[in-house]
């Protein structure tokens, strides 16, 4: 898959600019899909040549004007094409931080301690921040309130993904900090 189809998914919400997709990138598809600004902005451009967005400049005051991008016809026609078919392999995990834990043995424990503690540190952010976006997603509602009236439930589903990612890692991290006090304090 191309960064293409998480770009025209993205513009689903509504129409936005680059640095509003960016903002969205981080808290709705970073996790299963990451991108740099940079690339968001070079992915607009080739889907606004292509047809499949369209993009209109909004002028503004004491700022410098702004493009904004909508997904048009063709964008959503190819969209949903591609939301059609199976995905061509299953998910594959690549984390650097397993490869240092894999190769640790000989090694100081205490260092893969700090490693992964620091994962911990990071998944518990990104959980916190998973979670505010699902309460402000909920506004108020319960779940099944909200899966009853929401014209929208492919992002609230990839981010109850993202919870249970993130919930799996952190499970993940206490026990591997178990196991590693375990070692290091035979008992």
Not at 27 to 50: G, H
Not at 57 to 63: A, G, S
Not at 140 to 157: A, I, K, N, V
Not at 180 to 187: A, C, D, F, N
């Amino acid at each position: 898959m191309s960064l293409r189809y998480a770009v025209l998914a993205a513009l689903l919400e509504g129409e936005a600019s680059g640095y509003e997709l960016s903002k969205s990138f981080d808290v709705s598809l970073a996790n299963f899909w990451p991108a740099t600004p940079q690339q968001l902005y070079r992915e607009l451009e080739r889907l606004a040549q292509d047809g499949l967005v369209e993009a209109r400049t909004v002028q503004q005051e004491r700022r410098p004007n702004k493009r904004m991008f909508t997904l048009t016809g063709s964008g959503r026609a190819e969209l949903a094409a591609f939301a059609a078919k199976p995905p061509k392999r299953p998910t594959a995990v690549r984390d650097e931080l397993l490869i240092k834990i894999q190769a640790m043995d000989g090694g100081d424990p205490e260092v893969t301690r700090a490693l992964i503690e620091e994962r911990t540190g990071w998944v518990r952010g990104k959980l916190d921040r998973y979670r505010r976006v699902r309460d402000r997603l909920l506004d108020g509602r319960t779940e099944d309130e909200y899966l009853r009236t929401s014209d929208r439930l492919g992002p609230y589903l990839t981010l109850m993904a993202g919870i249970g990612f993130e919930e799996q890692n952190l499970r993940w991290c206490e026990g591997a900090l178990a196991v590693l006090r375990q070692r290091v304090t035979p008992g």
